[in-house]
């Protein structure tokens, strides 16, 4: 895509329907936060509103963030919105530089396909999913081992955020993920120091969404629920 590419004629104010527990709506806001788009871009909190036939007549798969053009047209998935809003704005374009793109597209298809698939088996148990300690263990092994291992040495690799010295939505859609891991907290005492510091350096670079990534940190580590005192090192991951 050029720098000029224009996928949506920006004449009609979008809305961008987000779930302020979701770390996967904070990439979103983020951006439009960042980039100033709010006068272009409107946030709409969705909060009990997933499963209305308005809501479901523009996004039948009733998930956010969702990216609204009209009544009946929209594109949804966190990556995909963030994508679209780097390359309609020019302020957030640079968010996405056209040198890295492939780079980050790499990083963010990455972060859907391995990287996530274990924060949500570990931190899901918050949202009410069923606990299941074998489970967890077993992804934040993979985490540990392997994930954050590519993470830390091919996509940082000496640098403060993914393959760049300055942050891309490739690093909002990682790093911010990672506040739903605060849920166990003997599993986020056990990340690997490169990891937090990372976590830490994309929540100073937006400060914007901290509100939002607060609230959820602050559900996560007042869950007292099943599964909350797993232990990784006690509990027979590393024993």
Known sequence: ????????????????????????????????????????????????????????????????????????????????????????????????????????????????TQMYPCVSDIGSVVFGVPEDAPKALKAFKDLVENHFSVLVNTFLNGKPFCYSNSPTIADLSVALALTGLKGRGHFWDELPEAVTEYYQRVLDAFPEVAEFVGALSGMCESYKGEGADLHPSHDGLWA
């Open 1 to 112: 895509f050029s720098s000029t590419t224009k996928f949506h004629s920006t004449n009609n104010k979008m809305k961008l329907h987000y779930l302020g527990p979701s770390a996967n709506c904070h990439g979103a806001i983020a951006l439009v936060k960042k980039a100033k788009l709010e006068g272009e871009v409107e946030l709409v909190d969705a909060w009990g509103k997933t499963k209305t036939p308005e809501f479901l007549a523009f996004n039948p798969c009733h998930m956010c963030p969702t990216l609204q053009f009209s009544s009946a047209d929209s594109i949804w998935e966190s990556n995909a919105v963030m994508r679209y809003l780097c390359l309609t704005f020019p302020d957030a374009e640079k968010f996405y530089p056209t040198e890295l793109r492939h780079k980050l597209d790499t990083i963010m298809d990455w972060r859907q």
